[in-house]
Every structure is written in C-alpha cells, then in structure tokens.
C-alpha cells in the first residue's frame, strides 16, 4: 500500500481565499441569457429585480478569473472547510481494481452537502445590501436546508418553496429546514399567481424544480426588500462551488498525484463545475489532459437526450432564457429517488464546455444500478452516500471495473457531494426491491421539446 494517508486533510491556512472564476479561460463563452420581456440580450440591471447586485454582477462577470472570499464568508467556511479529499483504499480492495479512486467528501457539514459553499455566500451579499428576506425553492432538500441554515447564522427570514412530492417523501427534511427557522411551502402552491395556474392545468402534480422555481420568483419579485437566491445552474454558484475543486487540487499537490478521470454527479451542473473548475483550467490551458464525465438520471437526462437550445429556467417562463441542454421548462420528471438531479436544464457553462467537447462525456444512468453502487460504496467506505452523489459512485467503480480488465492503474476523482440519511425511504423502497427504472420515451421528451421558446433572429 502506498503511503498516501486515507483522508488528506488541508490545513484552514491553506484553504483557497479566492473562488475561481472558469469563464475567464474559457476558449468561447457560454451564450449570453436573453430578457425575454424585451427579447434581446439581458443587462445587468435586468437581473437586479430578482437577484441582489453582487449576485447579479458575479453572474455576468466573464473576465475577472479569481474572486475574493469575503471574510465572514471564509469564517463561515472553517466551520466545516478544507473538507477531506479521501483515498477509497477499501472500495479498490472490494473492486479487486488496480485504480486510485479517490472522492472529495462534501457531506462533512452540518447541511450535508456541498449547497452550503453557495448558501453562505449568497446570504451574505443579500445581507450586505440590506435585502430584508429572501425566497428559494428546493427539490431534495439540501439546498433548502443549507439555506436556511445560512439565513439562520445571518439573520436574514426565508420562504421555500420545496417540490411537494419531496416534501411528502422526505418530511425530515421540511422539519429541519423549519427547525433553523425557514417558512417551508409545498409547490405547487395557492400562494402564488403561477403555482395557481401550474395546478390549474395539472392538477394532483407533486411539482418540479422548475415550478418551484417560478413561485420562489414571484414572491420575490412581488415582496418589498426581498431577492431570490438558487442553489445551482446560475454561473455564480458555479463560481462559489470552485473551492470544491480548488481544494481538491491542492490535496493532490501535497501528495503528488493527478487525476486521469474526474466525475461529477449532475442536476443543475453546480457542483461538477466546481470540481472540475481548476482542472478544467488546466486543458484550457494546455497543461494537462483529465477526461471529465457528468453523470445523471435516466428519468432526466438533460445532457444525453436533451437539446442546446435557449430555454427557461423555470416551469413558469419567467426567468432570462440560456442557452443550454434542456428537455424544456415544461418537462416534468418522473418522481425518482434522486430529488436533486430532476431539473429540466443544465448549467450555460457546462453545456457550453460538453457541447464544445471539453467535458469529454455525459452518461445517464438507471436508479437501481445508482442504488447497487451506493450500498456497495457504503459497506466498504462507511459513509452513507446521497442518491444524487451516488450516480458519481456508479460512474467512479464502472471506471475502476474497466481499469480491472485493462489493468491500467488510473487515478480517478469523483465528487462525494452529500450524505443520505435523510433519504432512507429511498433506500427502504431500494432494500425491499421496490425502485423502478422510469426511462421517458422519445415521444415523451418531444412534447417538451415542441415548446422551446421562439426569439426572433435566434431561435426560431
Ligand atoms: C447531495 C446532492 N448532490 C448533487 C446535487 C445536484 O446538484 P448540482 O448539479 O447543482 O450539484 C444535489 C441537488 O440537490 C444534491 O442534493
């Protein structure tokens, strides 16, 4: 056995002070969002009803490739950062595999997740501007329950809107976001003009990430002195997520290394961009060559079955249009176990770097072969894995399968984003041979597909 110790421990000292800005190296920019009020280019004052200005202008900042963390943030950040990158000494033994697999472990937190990374910063420049509440929503509940631990540590009141078939599935999840003081609202709901009409024409929906989304907004937009904060897909929670990456990279300094394969589960794209930010660099840049792969559910496979189109972010068209792999804002996934990964779209960036080849592959995979591997990484590793970082799993040990026949012994990373044991009903309907494989038919997909927006002279 080698002498790279299990977990490899940055000191607070040597945690990142800038997050890394991946826009600024990228070869061609992701296109720019469109108003869909005035059907041209959105500004930056565009975005400042719905976002609070530092927000807004780090979502539109192309060029300044490292940002300072404030200092509240970074003293927020020790609480729970450097979080270990890990060496899976046992999984590899179980596997028979001659690969180094290793995982950046973000569930070390008390949200459980890698959301708190974004959660602290956006709460932080909504308070320093004076932004008296805040709304969001949330699917699986980890960005809901980041959040509100965040508006907790500031002192800032917060609704969430929570997708409400989460909401029925995981009522722990409401409760603790409630325990840290948030007001929690299953979506769709009365309470807002779109959730009214989203029930309307689909009544009994357990909702999506798209409607909550909507509502979040409209009660922003509707609230004196209040902003709307999201936990993924936007460029600067890409950005906040880069210290998962930055991170990592260093632990790899200190031991030498350099990883062959990154993965990275994908819902909204956040914390594989983040990962793979200062990595990424590297291609770029010439300097190294890892082979990425984004790994995401077959009952909402954005990037494998989806188009790059300009699309709304949200079930209710309300948001800018991006550019993006998308199934269409009106695509509503089967209820699936991996709440977190049922978003109709995909990060600009990261369409942007897979549609231009620089995100080497983007693989769909069914719920029960998720399952398989996050029990087997379990036994072995003794962390219970969400279901959305398991898709990462299912991904790192097919790789390290594939090493076993070859032989080659290929360093891989993947990203650990969060625990699972709020999602035990998930892992119950698993043990007891209850999960199915929903995979939509063409036919459905089309449908979606068939409202993509029209913009004059772009999209047609
Ligand atoms: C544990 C966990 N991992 C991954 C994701 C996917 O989000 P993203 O693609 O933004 O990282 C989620 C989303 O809720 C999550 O809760």
């Not at 902003?227 to 632990?251: C, D, P, T």
């Not at 990883?259 to 956040?270: E, K, L, Q, V």
């Not at 594939?402 to 080659?408: H, I, M, P, Y």
């Amino acid at each position: 056995m080698s002498d790279v110790p299990y977990r490899i421990y940055l000191s607070e000292e040597e945690m990142p002070h800038q997050w890394y800005n991946l826009r600024a190296d990228m070869k061609e920019l992701p296109d720019p969002y469109i108003n869909p009020a005035t059907m041209k280019e959105a500004k930056l004052e565009d975005l400042y009803p719905v976002f609070c200005q530092e927000l807004a202008k780090q979502e539109m900042d192309n060029e300044t490739r490292y940002i300072d963390i404030p200092e509240e943030v970074l003293n927020f950040y020790k609480i729970y950062r450097p979080s270990p990158l890990c060496r899976a000494y046992n999984l590899e033994k179980a596997l028979g595999t001659p690969a180094k697999i290793y995982y950046k472990f973000e569930g070390n937190n008390t949200s459980g997740s890698h959301k708190l990374n974004s959660a602290v910063a956006q709460v932080y420049y909504a308070k320093q501007q004076g932004i008296t509440s805040l709304t969001t929503e949330t699917g699986a509940g980890q960005w809901g329950t980041a959040l509100s631990e965040a508006c907790a540590y500031f002192g800032v009141p917060l609704t969430v809107y929570m997708v409400k078939v989460s909401s029925q599935q995981k009522p722990y999840r409401k409760a603790i976001i409630e325990t840290f003081g948030a007001k929690v609202i299953p979506s769709p709901s009365e309470t807002t003009e779109v959730g009214r009409s989203i029930l309307k024409k689909h009544p009994g929906t357990g909702g999506s990430l798209g409607c909550a989304i909507s509502e979040a907004i409209e009660k922003a937009v509707t609230t004196e002195g209040c902003r709307y904060v999201l936990g993924s897909v936007l460029n600067q929670v890409l950005l906040h997520q880069s210290i998962i990456g930055l991170e990592s990279k260093l632990a790899f300094e200190k031991i030498d290394e350099y990883p062959d394969i990154i993965i990275g589960c994908a819902g909204g794209g956040s914390n594989l961009g983040g990962l793979i930010a200062p990595f990424m660099q590297d291609k770029l840049l010439g300097k190294k060559n890892p082979y990425f792969i984004a790994v995401e559910p077959a009952s909402c496979p954005s990037m494998t079955r989806g188009k790059y189109v300009y699309d709304f972010c949200d079930t209710g068209k309300v948001t800018p249009m991006a550019r993006m792999y998308t199934l269409g804002s009106e695509f509503i996934p089967s209820p699936n176990h991996a709440g977190g990964l049922r978003y109709h779209g995909m990060s600009p960036i990261i369409s942007k770097l897979y549609h231009d080849e620089y995100l080497n592959e983007a693989r769909a995979v069914e719920q029960t072969k998720v399952f398989d591997a996050a029990t087997f990484f379990a036994k072995y590793e003794t962390i219970l894995p969400a279901p959305e970082s398991s898709h990462a799993i299912r991904a790192a040990i097919d790789e390290a399968l594939k090493c076993k026949e070859t032989g080659e012994a290929k360093t891989i990373l993947f990203g650990l984003t969060g625990t699972g044991y709020f999602d035990m009903q998930a892992y119950m309907n698993y043990n007891e041979k209850k999960l199915t494989d929903y995979i939509p038919t063409d036919a459905d997909l089309q449908k979606a597909f068939d409202l993509f927006p029209k913009i004059p002279g772009i999209q047609e």
